[in-house]
Structures are given as C-alpha cells and as structure tokens.
C-alpha cells in the first residue's frame, strides 16, 4: 500500500491550531479524514462493564453515515473498531508509531482497499513502543479532527483526564458513553 502525505499548508488539511506536526502520513482515502466526526477514547484500564457498553454501542453506530475516529489502542477501543469493521462507517485509525514500516493488519488492508478506512500517522521518528508522550498526541489529533468526543472510561488521576479538561477548555464536545 502507497504512503501518501498531506501537507499543513494544503486546504484540506483537517485543522490549523496544532503546530506540532507539519504533515501527516496517510494510506487509503484522504476524504475520510472530513467524515470522522466522533473521536471515541478509553483508559487502558477499563471496567468489563464499560467494555460491554462500547460493544453494545458500537454495534449501534457501525452501519451509519457519522466517522468514527480514534488510536483503537487501548482494550475497549480496539473492542470499538472489532465491531465497527463488521459494518458500513466510516473508520479512521491514528497511529502511535510512524505509518512506514508499520505492519497493518489484513483486515485493515480489506477496508482501505474498499474505501472506508483511512490510516493516519503524525509521527516520522521510529519508536519501539507507544508512549504515553505520543499516545497523548495522537489522541490530541484525533479529537481536534473530530471536534467531538466520546470517552468510554477515563481512570481517576490518569493523562485521559487531564487531556479531557484540555479539550473542553478548547471547545471540544466531550461525551460520556
């Protein structure tokens, strides 16, 4: 699959108020990118009830019109994007790592071969793992491209929490599943 850049300075650059990166690394439809319109986060740490309760909702959501937009990293969120593949919307995955080199699971393949799927990455460096300083960034990107959040747990005390306060000073809408 072909990594393709979307540029700061070109028009359809998804939002103007971060200065952190100039580009973003991208395979499948860049369109996408003006679709997702809920971003959807969770703390690694996540009670097997509100796992249930993003099951049960992403099973409502998965054959609509409205983009769905997140890292899919922790275990409620990639729980979240298990379901959504099994529909119709759109989905759009920000990565922690950089997009050369990263392995993108076959599954993913299918649905950016069919349109629906857009990988992102922001980062170029190679890191070995995702740390919590990118893990912040990305799911800064990912919120500031949906403008809306959705945040299945957030543990006391913990970087989703205080990334959550940040949004709302910002102006992002921020929901509670």
Request: hydrophobic letters at 40%; a positive charge; proline letters at 3%.
């Amino acid at each position: 699959m072909e990594i393709k850049s979307l540029y700061r300075d070109q028009s359809n650059y998804p939002i103007t108020s971060q200065a952190w990166f100039r580009e973003i690394d991208y395979i499948g439809n860049i369109e996408l990118i003006n679709t997702a319109k809920l971003a959807i986060f969770s703390s690694a740490k996540c009670p097997a009830s509100q796992i249930l309760r993003a099951h049960d909702y992403a099973k409502e959501i998965r054959n609509g019109e409205m983009g769905i937009i997140s890292g899919f990293h922790a275990p409620a969120e990639k729980e979240v994007l298990e379901v959504l593949l099994k529909g119709t919307c759109p989905v759009v995955v920000v990565l922690g790592r950089r997009l050369e080199r990263a392995r993108i699971p076959a599954a993913w393949e299918t649905e950016v071969e069919k349109g629906r799927m857009l990988v992102i990455s922001p980062f170029k460096e190679y890191q070995k793992y995702v740390t919590k300083e990118i893990s912040l960034k990305r799911n800064d990107l990912a919120a500031r491209i949906a403008g809306r959040v959705l945040i299945v747990h957030a543990s006391e005390g913990g970087k989703l929490q205080t990334q959550i306060e940040a949004w709302k000073s910002s102006g992002i809408r921020i929901d509670y599943l």
